[in-house]
T-cell receptor
Framework: AQKVTQAQTEISVVEKEDVTLDCVYE???????LFWYKQPPSGELVFLIR??????QNEISGRYSWNFQKSTSSFNFTITASQVVDSAVYFC???????????????FGKGTKLSVKP | GAVVSQHPSWVICKSGTSVKIECRSL??????MFWYRQFPKQSLMLMAT?????????EQGVEKDKFLINHASLTLSTLTVTSAHPEDSSFYIC????????????FGAGTRLSVL
Protein backbone atom coordinates (compact mmCIF):
# COMPACT_ATOMS: atom_id res chain seq x y z
CA ALA A 1 0.00 0.00 0.00
CA GLN A 2 1.13 3.51 -0.70
CA LYS A 3 1.34 6.01 2.07
CA VAL A 4 2.92 9.37 2.76
CA THR A 5 3.53 10.49 6.31
CA GLN A 6 4.27 14.04 7.34
CA ALA A 7 4.65 13.71 11.08
CA GLN A 8 4.96 17.44 11.73
CA THR A 9 1.51 18.97 11.76
CA GLU A 10 2.62 22.51 12.49
CA ILE A 11 5.99 24.23 12.73
CA SER A 12 6.62 27.76 13.85
CA VAL A 13 9.95 29.50 13.30
CA VAL A 14 11.31 32.99 13.41
CA GLU A 15 12.42 34.63 10.21
CA LYS A 16 15.93 33.69 9.03
CA GLU A 17 15.87 30.38 10.82
CA ASP A 18 16.39 27.21 8.82
CA VAL A 19 13.58 24.68 8.91
CA THR A 20 13.26 21.09 7.70
CA LEU A 21 9.96 19.48 6.82
CA ASP A 22 9.96 15.72 7.07
CA CYS A 23 8.35 13.28 4.65
CA VAL A 24 8.38 9.50 4.88
CA TYR A 25 6.75 7.33 2.25
CA GLU A 26 5.76 3.73 1.72
CA UNK A 27 5.48 2.00 -1.62
CA UNK A 28 6.00 -1.45 -3.07
CA UNK A 29 6.88 -0.15 -6.49
CA UNK A 30 10.48 0.27 -7.56
CA UNK A 31 9.62 3.11 -9.89
CA UNK A 32 7.88 6.06 -8.32
CA UNK A 33 7.96 9.81 -8.05
CA LEU A 34 8.00 12.12 -5.09
CA PHE A 35 6.73 15.67 -5.01
CA TRP A 36 6.52 18.69 -2.81
CA TYR A 37 3.74 21.26 -3.17
CA LYS A 38 3.19 24.54 -1.35
CA GLN A 39 -0.30 25.73 -0.46
CA PRO A 40 -0.31 29.37 0.66
CA PRO A 41 -3.37 30.85 2.39
CA SER A 42 -4.85 31.68 -1.02
CA GLY A 43 -5.40 27.96 -1.56
CA GLU A 44 -3.63 27.25 -4.81
CA LEU A 45 -1.14 24.40 -4.72
CA VAL A 46 2.20 25.38 -6.17
CA PHE A 47 4.44 22.69 -7.61
CA LEU A 48 7.93 22.81 -6.08
CA ILE A 49 9.77 19.67 -7.12
CA ARG A 50 9.48 16.22 -8.61
CA UNK A 51 12.04 13.51 -7.95
CA UNK A 52 12.06 10.03 -9.48
CA UNK A 53 13.08 6.98 -7.54
CA UNK A 54 16.25 6.43 -9.52
CA UNK A 55 17.69 9.83 -8.81
CA UNK A 56 18.96 10.14 -5.27
CA GLN A 57 20.92 13.29 -5.82
CA ASN A 58 20.00 16.07 -3.50
CA GLU A 59 18.69 19.19 -5.12
CA ILE A 60 19.05 22.82 -4.26
CA SER A 61 16.99 25.64 -5.66
CA GLY A 62 17.75 28.96 -4.06
CA ARG A 63 16.80 28.72 -0.39
CA TYR A 64 15.10 25.38 -0.94
CA SER A 65 16.83 22.02 -0.79
CA TRP A 66 15.63 18.45 -0.82
CA ASN A 67 17.24 15.36 0.66
CA PHE A 68 16.06 12.08 -0.87
CA GLN A 69 17.17 8.92 0.91
CA LYS A 70 15.78 5.64 -0.35
CA SER A 71 17.37 3.72 2.51
CA THR A 72 15.07 5.46 4.96
CA SER A 73 12.22 6.16 2.48
CA SER A 74 12.44 9.83 3.21
CA PHE A 75 12.24 12.95 1.10
CA ASN A 76 12.84 15.89 3.39
CA PHE A 77 12.56 19.54 2.46
CA THR A 78 14.70 22.28 3.98
CA ILE A 79 14.13 25.99 3.75
CA THR A 80 17.22 28.02 4.55
CA ALA A 81 16.92 31.51 6.01
CA SER A 82 13.14 31.32 6.14
CA GLN A 83 11.00 34.32 5.26
CA VAL A 84 7.49 35.33 6.20
CA VAL A 85 6.38 34.59 2.63
CA ASP A 86 7.32 30.96 3.19
CA SER A 87 4.36 30.62 5.53
CA ALA A 88 2.09 28.01 3.99
CA VAL A 89 1.04 24.40 4.20
CA TYR A 90 3.52 22.11 2.50
CA PHE A 91 2.43 18.78 1.10
CA CYS A 92 4.63 15.86 0.22
CA UNK A 93 3.15 13.46 -2.35
CA UNK A 94 3.91 10.12 -3.97
CA UNK A 95 3.04 8.91 -7.44
CA UNK A 96 3.60 5.36 -8.56
CA UNK A 97 4.07 4.37 -12.16
CA UNK A 98 0.69 3.62 -13.69
CA UNK A 99 1.09 0.62 -15.88
CA UNK A 100 -2.26 0.98 -17.53
CA UNK A 101 -2.53 4.69 -18.09
CA UNK A 102 -0.57 7.83 -18.54
CA UNK A 103 0.41 8.38 -14.95
CA UNK A 104 -0.20 7.37 -11.40
CA UNK A 105 -2.38 9.26 -9.00
CA UNK A 106 -0.89 11.49 -6.34
CA UNK A 107 -1.03 10.28 -2.77
CA PHE A 108 -0.68 13.24 -0.46
CA GLY A 109 0.59 13.45 3.06
CA LYS A 110 -1.51 15.39 5.54
CA GLY A 111 0.63 18.47 5.15
CA THR A 112 2.80 20.54 7.46
CA LYS A 113 1.73 24.06 8.29
CA LEU A 114 4.74 26.32 8.46
CA SER A 115 4.44 29.68 10.16
CA VAL A 116 7.35 32.04 9.81
CA LYS A 117 7.17 34.96 12.21
CA PRO A 118 8.99 38.23 11.66
CA GLY B 1 3.69 28.10 -18.35
CA ALA B 2 1.39 25.33 -17.08
CA VAL B 3 -1.32 27.58 -15.71
CA VAL B 4 -4.61 26.13 -14.54
CA SER B 5 -7.56 28.42 -14.04
CA GLN B 6 -10.48 27.44 -11.84
CA HIS B 7 -13.75 29.32 -11.71
CA PRO B 8 -15.51 30.42 -9.61
CA SER B 9 -13.18 30.86 -6.68
CA TRP B 10 -16.05 31.10 -4.24
CA VAL B 11 -19.70 30.20 -4.49
CA ILE B 12 -22.62 30.22 -2.09
CA CYS B 13 -25.75 28.34 -3.04
CA LYS B 14 -29.01 27.17 -1.54
CA SER B 15 -29.55 23.58 -0.57
CA GLY B 16 -30.98 21.59 -3.46
CA THR B 17 -29.46 23.63 -6.24
CA SER B 18 -26.65 22.59 -8.56
CA VAL B 19 -23.29 24.25 -8.90
CA LYS B 20 -20.86 23.98 -11.79
CA ILE B 21 -17.12 24.50 -11.34
CA GLU B 22 -14.85 24.97 -14.33
CA CYS B 23 -11.22 23.99 -14.65
CA ARG B 24 -9.21 25.22 -17.62
CA SER B 25 -5.63 24.68 -18.69
CA LEU B 26 -4.66 28.04 -20.14
CA UNK B 27 -1.40 27.41 -21.91
CA UNK B 28 -1.26 23.68 -22.47
CA UNK B 29 -3.42 20.78 -23.48
CA UNK B 30 -4.36 18.70 -20.49
CA UNK B 31 -4.29 15.00 -21.15
CA UNK B 32 -5.71 14.27 -17.75
CA MET B 33 -7.54 16.35 -15.18
CA PHE B 34 -8.15 15.54 -11.54
CA TRP B 35 -10.71 16.74 -9.05
CA TYR B 36 -9.94 16.89 -5.35
CA ARG B 37 -11.82 17.83 -2.24
CA GLN B 38 -10.13 19.35 0.77
CA PHE B 39 -11.67 19.72 4.20
CA PRO B 40 -10.37 22.40 6.58
CA LYS B 41 -6.87 21.68 7.81
CA GLN B 42 -6.81 18.37 6.01
CA SER B 43 -5.11 16.89 3.01
CA LEU B 44 -6.48 16.60 -0.49
CA MET B 45 -8.82 13.73 -1.23
CA LEU B 46 -8.95 12.59 -4.84
CA MET B 47 -12.50 12.45 -6.10
CA ALA B 48 -12.07 11.49 -9.74
CA THR B 49 -9.75 11.37 -12.70
CA UNK B 50 -10.88 12.36 -16.15
CA UNK B 51 -9.36 12.02 -19.59
CA UNK B 52 -10.62 14.08 -22.48
CA UNK B 53 -13.47 12.44 -24.33
CA UNK B 54 -13.99 9.59 -21.92
CA UNK B 55 -15.91 8.97 -18.73
CA UNK B 56 -14.35 9.99 -15.47
CA UNK B 57 -12.98 7.39 -13.10
CA UNK B 58 -14.34 7.97 -9.62
CA GLU B 59 -12.65 7.02 -6.39
CA GLN B 60 -14.36 4.65 -4.04
CA GLY B 61 -17.05 6.34 -2.02
CA VAL B 62 -17.56 9.26 -4.41
CA GLU B 63 -21.08 9.39 -5.85
CA LYS B 64 -21.00 9.62 -9.62
CA ASP B 65 -24.52 10.99 -9.86
CA LYS B 66 -23.84 13.65 -7.29
CA PHE B 67 -20.53 14.87 -8.67
CA LEU B 68 -20.84 15.00 -12.44
CA ILE B 69 -17.59 15.43 -14.30
CA ASN B 70 -17.34 16.38 -17.93
CA HIS B 71 -14.06 16.63 -19.81
CA ALA B 72 -15.23 17.79 -23.20
CA SER B 73 -11.98 19.22 -24.50
CA LEU B 74 -8.28 19.11 -23.86
CA THR B 75 -8.45 22.40 -22.00
CA LEU B 76 -11.68 22.21 -20.04
CA SER B 77 -13.16 19.97 -17.38
CA THR B 78 -16.21 20.74 -15.30
CA LEU B 79 -17.45 19.44 -11.98
CA THR B 80 -21.15 19.82 -11.24
CA VAL B 81 -22.33 19.30 -7.70
CA THR B 82 -25.95 18.30 -8.13
CA SER B 83 -28.64 18.88 -5.53
CA ALA B 84 -26.10 20.34 -3.16
CA HIS B 85 -26.47 19.88 0.58
CA PRO B 86 -24.65 21.58 3.45
CA GLU B 87 -22.38 18.56 3.84
CA ASP B 88 -21.08 19.21 0.31
CA SER B 89 -19.59 22.47 1.53
CA SER B 90 -15.88 22.17 1.00
CA PHE B 91 -12.87 23.37 -0.95
CA TYR B 92 -12.73 21.77 -4.39
CA ILE B 93 -9.47 21.82 -6.34
CA CYS B 94 -8.73 20.69 -9.86
CA UNK B 95 -5.42 19.81 -11.40
CA UNK B 96 -4.19 19.01 -14.87
CA UNK B 97 -1.27 17.25 -16.44
CA UNK B 98 0.29 17.78 -19.82
CA UNK B 99 1.68 15.21 -22.20
CA UNK B 100 5.27 16.39 -21.79
CA UNK B 101 5.48 15.82 -18.05
CA UNK B 102 2.65 13.46 -17.42
CA UNK B 103 2.90 13.05 -13.71
CA UNK B 104 3.37 16.66 -12.68
CA UNK B 105 -0.01 17.97 -11.69
CA UNK B 106 -0.60 21.70 -11.93
CA PHE B 107 -3.35 22.92 -9.69
CA GLY B 108 -6.07 25.50 -9.97
CA ALA B 109 -6.64 27.99 -7.19
CA GLY B 110 -9.60 26.06 -5.84
CA THR B 111 -13.30 26.77 -5.36
CA ARG B 112 -14.78 27.26 -1.94
CA LEU B 113 -18.36 26.01 -1.95
CA SER B 114 -20.75 26.96 0.81
CA VAL B 115 -24.20 25.36 0.74
CA LEU B 116 -26.78 27.06 2.93
Amino acid sequence: AQKVTQAQTEISVVEKEDVTLDCVYETRDTTYYLFWYKQPPSGELVFLIRRNSFDEQNEISGRYSWNFQKSTSSFNFTITASQVVDSAVYFCALSERNYGGSQGNLIFGKGTKLSVKP
Amino acid sequence: GAVVSQHPSWVICKSGTSVKIECRSLDFQATTMFWYRQFPKQSLMLMATSNEGSKATYEQGVEKDKFLINHASLTLSTLTVTSAHPEDSSFYICSATQAVAKNIQYFGAGTRLSVL
